[in-house]
Nanobody, 130 residues
Framework: VQLVESGGGLVRPGGSLRLSCAVSGFSLDYYAIGWFRQAPGKGREAVSCSSRKDDSPWYTESVRGRFTISRDPAEDKFYLEMNDLKPEDTAVYYC????????????????????????WGRGTQVTVSS
């Protein structure tokens, strides 16, 4: 299993970025996937998760309406479209795969047991600053 993020960078407040996560070793059709982030001096938090088992994705309240998660199984990639970025969105963003197949997105984003290290990407820095 391998996940590799790309697309981070420096952007002004109100700007947009699109993060990509290229995956290998598993099918996006069988696992919930998601994005987490960790800001300087803070713990890691769930941003958004998606599962084929749900009608709609899970988003943390602070990004709802601004961020969109999507997946492209044919390309073995999933994405996080981030609009109207704010300085408080500054963080290292990680893509992740659930450690159990076919669960709800909420179980990945709100579960107490995070997936093991091998199911995480290495992270991409997003900095929102004027």
């Amino acid at each position: 299993v391998q996940l590799v993020e790309s697309g981070g960078g420096l952007v002004r407040p109100g700007g947009s970025l699109r993060l990509s996560c290229a995956v290998s070793g598993f099918s996006l059709d069988y696992y919930a996937i998601g994005w987490f982030r960790q800001a300087p001096g803070k713990g890691r938090e769930a941003v958004s998760c998606s599962s084929r088992k749900d009608d709609s994705p899970w988003y943390t309240e602070s990004v709802r309406g601004r961020f969109t998660i999507s997946r492209d199984p044919a390309e073995d990639k999933f994405y996080l479209e981030m609009n109207d970025l704010k300085p408080e969105d500054t963080a290292v963003y990680y893509c992740v795969r659930d450690h159990y197949p076919i669960r709800f997105a909420e179980e990945l984003c709100e579960g107490e047991d995070e997936p093991p290290f091998d199911y995480w990407g290495r992270g991409t820095q997003v900095t929102v600053s004027s």
